[in-house]
T-cell receptor
């Protein structure tokens, strides 16, 4: 296992279309996070899972956004009826609920462009 | 609500200089603090994790310190190289393992 994997790396879509991103975390990690990052800003929290349970959602996550982690392994983030304001880098991270280290590891991100 | 600030927002230095990046946070009840590097258009690469019981961590030319009581962390880069050019992000981690990021410092090291 070489780290957190995100697909696709880039996505260009027309306004109003639906898009889905996938994240495969490090295999033994039980926590998975989604963040969004716009140009020149730090990442902003969207949601996170512990195993298959979605424990917290940001107010940034409107009803057009939905995330799943059905078997506690990979996760998907879907955006319905995309808007130009959704254009951003979507980052996934995973971490282990270890006793000592809670280091988070990030994937390479999915860059979404809504035209 | 936790707020994380990084100063300066951008920094340009000649190769070989030692430099310090600053990170401050408003709520000292943090669990850990993590420094990341981000190259343009890429994801985040973890550099150092400092646990709340530690005061510093070192990795190669990097040294990160943490002062919880004053809500501050610094990342020290020794003998900077052009390959160090990137954005450096700090994130505080709370007891629920949530990461809150600062806005980053964009570093350029000129040959």
């Amino acid at each position: 296992d070489t780290g957190v994997s995100q697909n696709p790396r880039h996505k260009i879509t027309k306004r109003g279309q639906n898009v889905t991103f996938r994240c495969d975390p490090i295999s033994e990690h039980n926590r998975l996070y989604w963040y969004r990052q716009t140009l020149g800003q730090g990442p902003e929290f969207l949601t996170y899972f512990q195993n298959e349970a979605q424990l917290e959602k940001s107010r940034l996550l409107s009803d057009r956004f939905s995330a799943e982690r059905p078997k506690g392994s990979f996760s998907t983030l879907e955006i319905q009826r995309t808007e130009q304001g959704d254009s951003a880098m979507y980052l996934c991270a995973s971490s282990s609920r270890g006793a000592v280290s809670t280091e988070a590891f990030f994937g390479q991100g999915t860059r979404l462009t809504v035209v | 609500k936790q707020e994380v600030t990084q100063i300066p927002a951008a920094l340009s230095v000649p190769e070989g200089e030692n430099l310090v990046l600053n990170c401050s946070f408003t709520d000292s009840a943090i669990y850990n603090l993590q420094w990341f590097r981000q190259d343009p258009g890429k994801g985040l690469t973890s550099l150092l994790l400092i646990q709340s019981s530690q005061r510093e961590q070192t990795s190669g030319r990097l040294n990160a310190s943490l002062d919880k009581s004053s809500g501050r962390s610094t990342l020290y880069i020794a003998a900077s190289q052009p390959g160090d050019s990137a954005t450096y992000l700090c994130a505080v981690i709370d007891a629920g393992n949530m990461l809150t990021f600062g806005g980053g410092t964009r570093l350029m090291v000129k040959p």
